[in-house]
């Protein structure tokens, strides 16, 4: 439920209704609950409307904010400090959703706020974007299909071409 209260907070800090996220539990036994569970969510969504329409925000704007919401989310501080709640909230075993719900606005406020109003890459508060303009961060995780260098292996840094083989020959 931590992570359910997180995104409704980031959800409303960026203007768009947090009805529209949903995080529900379901076992491979419990078919008809799960078609109840996506009915319900997909009735609930049809009624807010399209994203963004719905909210009174513009395409281009509802993009940068999405953009936003993911640095925000993906923020060191704010990790850190959602994993230091989870921890508190299992410390104190009370697992309501009301609990959940005031210790992750509780303790993970001002981390959210900070992230909110500063520029990932420099630490300052954010300048202005200029329209159209995505920030880098972000930018593959929006448009993932416009990855133009082939992928690099995370443990040498280096691209499938550039790898040297360390099998030795003749065995």
Known sequence: MGVDALVRKVLGEIGINPE????????????????????????????LGPLGQAEGIAPAELKKRLEKAMAVVSDRKVRMAFGTTTKAIRKDGVFTREAIMGAIENKLSKSVTEAFSTDKETGKPA???KEGKPSTALSAAVNPVEESAPAKDRATGKGQSEKKST?????
């Open 20 to 47: 529209r996220f949903s995080l529900q539990w379901a076992s491979a036994a419990e078919a008809p609950r799960f078609v109840k569970l996506i009915t319900e969510f997909t009735a609930r969504i049809k009624a």
């Open 127 to 129: 300048p202005e974007e």
């Open 167 to 171: 099998r030795k020959k003749g065995r």
